[in-house]
């Protein structure tokens, strides 16, 4: 099955899951991270920063399988 994707629907699906990624790899977490550095005990922010790294990968992945979804479905 050889379907053709244009290059600015590719180009726009790619920017989608980089800015994603982003947001919840890098911006997020480092966000969390100094908001929880003064509040709890490190044990404590380090598990709810990882829990919202495993949350956030399992988003990116849903995202990912989504955009690749031909148009027509």
């Known amino acids: ?3 053709q994707v ?9 920017a ?3 800015l ?3 947001l919840v ?3 997020i977490p480092n966000n969390l991270l100094g908001y929880l550095a003064t509040r709890t005990v490190p044990f404590t922010r ?5 829990l ?3 949350a956030g990968f399992v988003f990116c992945c849903w995202l990912f399988v989504r955009l690749q979804r031909s148009p027509e479905r």
């Open 52 to 54: 919202w790294w495993m």
């Open 46 to 50: 380090d598990l709810l920063v990882t």
């Open 1 to 3: 099955m050889d379907r």
């Open 16 to 18: 989608i899951m980089i």
């Open 20 to 22: 994603a990624s982003y």
């Open 6 to 14: 244009s290059w600015g629907r590719a180009v726009g699906l790619s």
């Open 25 to 27: 790899f890098i911006l």
